[in-house]
């Protein structure tokens, strides 16, 4: 028995024409809040088993819960006052940006509906991000929800919203899918030849002549045991060369090849550039850059300049330093032979200036009148007698 295939519910869009027209028949707005639980409640989205279900269940029976679903905040205020799993409305079409249209009422036509778990509030813990808390008449917590999904209504279409490990899963799965085929296309891509070497993008085809190159005899390789330009190399990864690929596998990579050269020039564009230097600001559906592009070479520049000024004096010391030597330290044994070699000198020195002083003295020599003079004073400070006692 062949299984049958069904579609996710969060790949699902439902309507049902024939609800709103018995609703708009039995005087109502189309599509207005009061009839969004009873149109919900026919989409494959509805628990049966929910609240819900069964005062829907009841109103099928009895006019009085009839008319309580067509009211949603009476049917809402009556779902809020017991435990258990619940659809309700939390966010209503909003009017639209547009002043015009919004003056005349125009609004966005988006319901948000939630179904959630209504339990009483129980002792303080850690709760987990999808457990809300709400609070009773008097202002203190009472019951604490646990979001179980969430729906929205636009327009006259029902859909279930992704949840966000349907997302992220999906986008990776994406990703995987793009890298897997660029491994394919690029390990297509290396050629060699011995010639040449390796290689990555097809060369253009050109026609090979039978004529040889002119000096070059035609058989000028038989025999040889070099290997020739259109032998495969024994390189793991490697394919065979140009003149072996066919031109169905040429054309179909084309495409690819432009690709990846295109990924290449970017990579060379775009290499310097990161989300730190510049980053995002605003929200999403408004990102803007935080700076400009010539504020961020400008930036570049400044730290570039700096740098090389750091560099620049850096080199200036070192030449400096490179070029006024200190004169090297001599050895201690030299030092002490110095030091005795001038103790010696100086004693020489002392002795010889002794000789010499005592051979340049003279003699006193004792004047007429006694007394002893030296040979640089004059006669006439040392003699007793007048100038004229002679005469």
Partial sequence: MAAVKTTPLDDLVW??????????????????????????????????TSKNGFWIDQGKNDFTYFHLIQNRKEFEATLRSREGVEFLIVDTPQLVSDK?????GTNTGIY???????????????????VL???????????????????YIVGENVLQASSVYDIISNRLLVASASLNKLFDVAGSLPRYTPGAGFHYLPRSQKPTSSTSVPGTPARSREGSVAP??????????????????????????????????QSLRDVVAFQDDYI????????????????????????RADEEAAAAKAKAEKESANTSRAASPKAPTPPAINTELAKVANKEKGKDGERRGSKKGDKSRRKSRVNAGGSATSPTTPSSATSTQAPNSAL
């Fill in 112 to 130: 948000v509906i939630r179904k959630q778990d209504r339990k009483r509030v129980s002792q303080p813990y850690l709760r987990p991000p999808h």
């Fill in 15 to 48: 309507n049902n024409q024939e609800i709103i027209s018995w609703w708009v028949g039995v005087g109502g707005q189309r599509m207005d809040e009061n009839m969004i639980h009873r149109y919900f409640s026919e989409s494959p989205f509805f628990d049966w």
């Fill in 100 to 104: 015009e249209l919004a003056a005349k």
């Fill in 276 to 299: 730190d230097e510049n980053p995002l600001l605003g929200e999403p559906g408004s990102f803007r850059f935080s700076a400009s592009t010539a504020a961020i070479k400008k930036r």
């Fill in 133 to 151: 808390v709400e609070k009773g008449p008097d202002g203190k917590d009472a019951w604490e929800l646990t979001i179980l999904g969430t729906y």
């Fill in 228 to 261: 020739g330009p259109d032998d495969q190399s024994l390189r793991s990864g490697s394919v065979q060369p140009d003149s072996r690929a066919g031109g169905a596998t040429s054309s179909t990579n084309l495409n690819d090849t432009k690709l990846l050269t």
